[in-house]
């Protein structure tokens, strides 16, 4: 009889096993609640991180407006607290403009250290409770 093999469990950037970032909102690329990626994810939705209002405001002048709902995508809009997967090329370009928001290292998917240093993401890491 062959042995039924697991799928592989996602590792973080600090090479444990992958920790939900938000159910509430609920986010992901895949909208798993995880910064979960693939081939499909070409934004690499990978970094978990808290956003504020100053990084709200920052991401909507840039384009990316993740405040206002757009409830026909069951996007209710992020508020300062939430806690959302950003595009790692995204955070890059607030860490570059002094913006970049605290990272959730459990939470952030191990394809972010093809883009980003872990050292730049364990400088902005938010404390574990």
């Given at each position: 009889?062959?042995?039924?093999?697991?799928?592989?469990?996602?590792?973080?950037?600090?090479g444990?096993?992958?920790?939900?970032?938000?159910?509430?909102?609920?986010?992901?690329?895949?909208?798993?609640?995880?910064?979960?990626?693939?081939y499909?994810?070409?934004?690499?939705?990978t970094?978990?991180?808290?956003?504020?209002?100053?990084?709200?405001?920052?991401?909507?002048?840039?384009?990316?407006?993740?405040s206002?709902?757009?409830?026909?995508?069951?996007?209710?809009?992020?508020?300062?607290?939430?806690?959302?997967?950003?595009?790692?090329?995204?955070?890059?370009?607030?860490?570059?403009?002094?913006?970049?928001?605290?990272?959730?290292?459990?939470?952030?998917?191990?394809?972010?250290?093809?883009?980003?240093?872990?050292?730049?993401?364990?400088?902005?890491?938010?404390?574990?409770?």
């Open positions: 009889m062959k042995e039924r093999r697991k799928p592989q469990q996602a590792l973080n950037v600090l444990q096993p992958l920790q939900p970032c938000s159910l509430d909102p609920l986010t992901g690329f895949y909208r798993d609640g995880c910064c979960n990626t693939g499909d994810d070409t934004g690499i939705h970094v978990c991180v808290r956003v504020s209002r100053e990084f709200l405001a920052y991401s909507k002048a840039r384009g990316n407006d993740l206002t709902p757009a409830p026909e995508f069951g996007f209710r809009g992020l508020k300062p607290g939430d806690q959302w997967c950003l595009c790692a090329g995204r955070w890059r370009e607030a860490l570059d403009a002094g913006m970049a928001p605290p990272v959730v290292l459990a939470a952030t998917h191990e394809e972010t250290l093809a883009i980003l240093p872990l050292a730049a993401l364990k400088k902005h890491a938010l404390s574990p409770n």
